[in-house]
């Protein structure tokens, strides 16, 4: 009895230390096979053909794995965060960006979007949290922006409500919506899904082509959290080959217009800049009117509008683009304080008051002195 029970529990041992073993062999080798961003022999699984996109559904372009309405990009799909991004309703927004093996962008200044290579493809997903009655998350539209032949062009999907595929459409569409914000606040808005040539009327350039906004290195330079830690994107994109070497290291950043921390005016440029300039800039859709609202140029008082008498508004009440020390005299407080189509600003991409930037808008403005003759 006693060598039967020392041998069953010699035998148990020896079974616990096995499975430790396999344990370990088998966390190890899931380890090793997960697909890591500097290995240059594992190929993405991005599905894209030049000669056949847009596709009908954005599953076919198979830029995620797993449930697509998680976002968990596959391998090559890179997610990347602007220091200041569009308002767009309060809607959250998942960036992502692809390109084919072996070719990169180049750098273009600090103020320019890369010089991007053909098959660049720009993802961006249109989301809220909270939206009731359910409280779920739901994304809205997945836009691409992809380069091909030398030219950007618009692939638009929108989203079924079993949140399961996204179908292209071009064509523009409403969405009613009521969600709790951030603080907990019910919201609601009819989201406006833009046509293709909604889209067009900020993504152009001179020729009136297509164009990203949003990738700059002054809006890129800050650190994102990947898998392996916390990283400056623009290193993560030069170390995975998405932009070649050559950008310099002290980048002109823009100013993160909500870090309290820094001056309002540097926060209202920056606000300006991602939410403004696209318009508000030589040879585009505003170019006709005095302010130039980019980063680079905003540092300018009469640029900026300050004092600035603005032409043929209807209102006589407001008497400068920006009055010191005067909201109720000031158009660009105006502009941004109203949801009436014909004055607000930006003329697209909002329907609904963007609260926190109008306060900003007019803490800098009250700040502001001596007043304006």
């Known amino acids: 009895m006693g060598k039967q029970h020392l041998s069953n529990r010699k035998w148990q041992a020896l079974t616990a230390i096995a499975l430790i073993w396999l344990g370990l062999f088998a966390c190890t080798k899931d380890k090793a096979t997960e697909p890591q961003p500097e290995d240059p022999h594992v190929h993405s699984p991005v599905i894209f053909d030049p000669a056949l996109v847009p596709y009908d559904s954005l599953s076919t372009y198979n830029l995620f794995e797993g449930v697509m309405a998680d976002q968990n990009p596959v391998y090559g799909v890179l997610p990347y965060e602007l220091i200041n991004p569009l308002f767009t309703d309060y809607a959250?927004?998942?960036?992502?960006?692809?390109?084919?093996?072996?070719?990169?962008?180049?750098?273009?200044?600090?103020?320019?979007?890369?010089?991007?290579?053909?098959?660049?493809?720009l993802i961006k997903s249109f989301y809220y949290d909270h939206v009731q009655p359910n409280d779920e998350t739901r994304i809205l539209e997945t836009r691409l922006l992809y380069r091909t032949n030398g030219i950007w062009h618009f692939a638009n999907y929108v989203?079924?409500?079993?949140?399961?595929?996204?179908?292209?459409?071009?064509?523009?569409?409403?969405?009613?919506?009521?969600?709790?914000?951030?603080?907990n606040q019910q919201r609601s808005a009819i989201y406006r899904i833009?046509?293709?040539?909604?889209?067009?009327t900020c993504h152009k350039d001179e020729n009136t082509s297509p164009i990203p906004i949003g990738p700059k290195p002054q809006n890129l330079n800050k650190d994102l959290f990947y898998t392996e830690g916390a990283k400056n994107q623009l290193q993560k994109w030069e170390e995975f080959g998405y932009i070649s070497g050559g950008y310099?290291?002290?980048?002109?950043?823009?100013?993160?217009?909500?870090?309290t921390s820094l001056s309002l005016e540097d926060r209202v440029r920056g606000y300006l800049d991602i939410n403004c300039a696209h318009c508000h800039s030589d040879d585009r859709h505003c170019s006709y009117r005095v302010p130039r609202f980019a980063w680079g140029e905003s540092n300018d008082t009469t640029l900026l509008g300050i004092c600035v008498i603005p032409d043929e508004f209807p209102l006589p009440q407001y008497t400068h683009i920006v009055s010191?020390?005067?909201?109720?005299?000031?158009?660009?407080?105006?502009?941004?304080?109203?949801?009436?189509?014909?004055?607000?600003?930006?003329?697209?991409?909002?329907?609904?008051?963007?609260?926190?930037?109008?306060?900003?808008?007019?803490?800098?403005?009250?700040?502001?002195?001596?007043?304006?003759?």
């Open 324 to 373: 010191r020390g005067n909201i109720a005299r000031s158009v660009m407080h105006y502009r941004l304080n109203t949801t009436d189509e014909t004055v607000r600003m930006p003329l697209l991409g909002r329907t609904i008051i963007h609260d926190e930037a109008v306060q900003l808008i007019e803490q800098w403005i009250t700040t502001l002195d001596p007043p304006c003759n």
């Open 194 to 200: 833009p046509s293709d040539a909604e889209c067009l």
């Open 159 to 183: 989203w079924n409500t079993d949140q399961t595929e996204a179908t292209m459409d071009l064509n523009g569409s409403y969405v009613d919506l009521e969600w709790l914000d951030d603080n």
């Open 248 to 259: 310099p290291s002290n980048i002109e950043t823009v100013a993160d217009w909500g870090n």
């Open 92 to 121: 959250h927004k998942y960036r992502f960006i692809w390109m084919p093996d072996s070719v990169s962008a180049h750098y273009n200044g600090d103020e320019n979007i890369f010089d991007f290579p053909d098959g660049t493809v």
